[in-house]
């Protein structure tokens, strides 16, 4: 016998070993698999500001209400800080914890401006707004502000 | 010839007359002020602050805000001709009113209302070229009159005014102050507010009045860490102090932490925090007063005032602080903390 015959005879050997031997032990067979898929988690959303123009024109040691409208899907707890460029506001910073109005678009941010009264601070600046979920990352807000 | 003296004199005084009568003419001439004070641009396209001078190019997406100069609600005529040769045009907006699209408007517009113009920018940025301030015509055809309104005062309940007024008649919207940013100190009271001064420690403040309460702005740096009467001044010799007294917390140094929220956080997951301060464009670099150092990915400066920093998960529970590495040191910041629970 050749050594090629020699060699193709024990390949096929093999082959037919192996055909075998997955016959009987290898059997087809459905395998479920299961994965827990998290559903995005939606950012916070300003809805809308009052005064709703921009930017918010006053004069110097002037006092300004704004009102900022706020929908988080999730109803996540959700902490925000107010940082005005020049002046001052009241508060700096809060957490709205209410489930069902930040669902629905019922939670409000309520804070006072009050206008620098330094002469080199008049022109425009911006009120820096931040809206923190926990979940996603901070959403930056700026409101355009006027002081003459 | 010669001039005598005599008549150098009158030809002087008639010049001068006739000056005089030509400014008082000139001065009650209908007025055709351009009331435009100032103007902003934004460019959408590239999300940019509203500034004086923005670059644009052709195509791009932009907002104009022009602030007016009107002293109260002014009947005015705005043209906006020579705007559209720069740009398209697309909204034009008073206050929250939004307008047609026509070349020009008569109508009222209160003060501080500002107007907004959205359009797309028809040439390249050159404020050389074009002063955006010249390009809109506001003007005021007539002052509206108004009739004073007469000014009804509340009545006056008797039974407060025979009592003397106290420290309870008024209240303070919050006690506790960082004195490394400017504070407003709000007063209330159940009776008319009818005062001038209040003194906070030594320093007089003068308030501003809105819808019965009291507003006091109290720059950052007036105060060092300690607690500070506040006394009400009705009249030179009628003086209220209040029974409670705020407290101030001060750092002297020009990089600081004044607020972090929220100042508690649950260690089961990564969670972001805001801080809020001063000098943050100095920092490059952050650290826990564990001595965990924070990726440069994991903050990030928002302004010189206001930072967000996400806290990794997994840390003990416990109080924490930074360290703040800046281009000239390493600051502890051991004053400002928050809380780190499982």
Same mark, same amino acid.
Request: glycine share 4%; no cysteine; proline share 8%.
């Given at each position: 016998m050749t050594a090629s015959k020699y060699i193709l005879r024990k390949v096929f050997s093999f082959c037919t070993l192996g055909l075998l031997f997955g016959s009987t032990f290898v059997h087809a067979e459905? &395998?479920?698999?299961?994965a827990r898929v998290s559903v995005a988690n939606n950012k916070p959303e300003l809805v809308s500001i009052t005064p709703g123009y921009s930017p918010v024109v006053l004069g110097q040691n002037s006092v300004q209400s704004f009102s900022l409208q706020i929908r988080d899907i999730e109803g996540d707890s959700l902490s925000y800080t107010i940082t005005p460029d020049y002046g001052a506001t009241s508060p700096i910073s809060g957490t709205i914890t209410d489930t069902t109005k930040l669902q629905n678009a019922e939670a409000f941010i309520n804070f006072t401006y009050l206008s620098s009264s330094d002469i080199s601070e008049i022109g425009a600046s911006k009120i820096t707004i931040t809206l923190n979920d926990g979940v996603n990352p901070v959403v930056i807000k700026e409101i355009d502000v006027y002081i003459f | 010839m010669k001039m005598n003296k005599k008549v150098k004199l009158y030809i002087v005084l008639i010049i001068f007359?006739?000056?005089f009568l030509g400014g008082v003419i000139y001065n009650n001439l209908p007025s055709d002020t351009n009331l435009v004070k100032d103007v902003f641009i934004?460019?959408?396209?590239?999300? +940019?602050?509203?500034?004086?001078?923005i670059p644009y190019v052709v195509g791009n997406d932009i907002e104009?805000?022009? &602030?007016?100069?009107?002293?109260?609600?002014? +009947?005015?005529e705005i043209s906006l001709n020579?705007?559209?040769?720069?740009?398209?045009?697309?909204k034009v907006q008073i206050g929250e009113t939004e307008l047609g699209l026509q070349d020009s408007f008569s109508l009222d517009i209160d003060k501080n209302t500002p107007i907004k113009i959205t359009g797309i920018a028809k040439t390249n940025n050159n404020i050389d070229e074009h002063n955006f301030k010249e390009l809109i015509d506001v003007k005021f055809s007539e002052i509206t009159e108004t009739t004073p309104v007469e000014i009804i005062p509340d009545p006056i309940d008797e039974n407060i005014l025979q009592e003397t007024l106290t420290s309870t008649n008024y209240s303070l919207n919050q006690l506790s102050f960082h004195s490394n940013i400017n504070n407003i100190l709000i007063i209330e009271g159940n009776i008319p507010l009818e005062f001038d001064t209040v003194k906070i420690g030594e320093i007089l403040f003068t308030p501003t009045f809105k819808d019965n309460k009291a507003y006091?702005? &109290?720059?950052?740096?007036s105060f060092v860490s300690g607690q500070y009467a506040v006394n009400i001044y009705l009249s030179h010799t009628e003086i209220i102090e209040l029974d409670d007294k705020i407290s101030f917390q001060y750092v002297s140094s020009e990089l600081n932490i004044v607020n972090i929220t929220p100042n508690l956080v649950q260690n089961s997951k990564k969670r972001d925090i805001v801080i809020q301060g001063n000098g943050f464009q100095k920092i490059i670099s952050l650290q826990l007063n564990n001595n965990i150092i924070l990726k440069n990915t994991s903050f990030h400066i928002i302004n010189d005032k206001v930072m967000s920093v996400t806290i990794?998960?997994?840390? %003990?529970?416990?109080?924490?602080?930074?360290? &703040?590495?800046?281009?000239? %040191?390493i600051i502890p910041m051991k004053s400002s903390t928050f809380s780190i629970t499982e």
């Open positions: 459905d &395998i479920n698999v299961s | 007359l006739l000056t934004k460019n959408k396209d590239w999300d +940019s602050p509203m500034k004086s001078d104009l805000y022009y &602030i007016l100069d009107n002293p109260d609600t002014t +009947s005015a020579e705007l559209r040769q720069y740009i398209d045009i697309q006091i702005m &109290i720059p950052k740096a990794p998960k997994g840390l %003990d529970p416990g109080e924490y602080s930074f360290n &703040i590495m800046t281009t000239n %040191d």
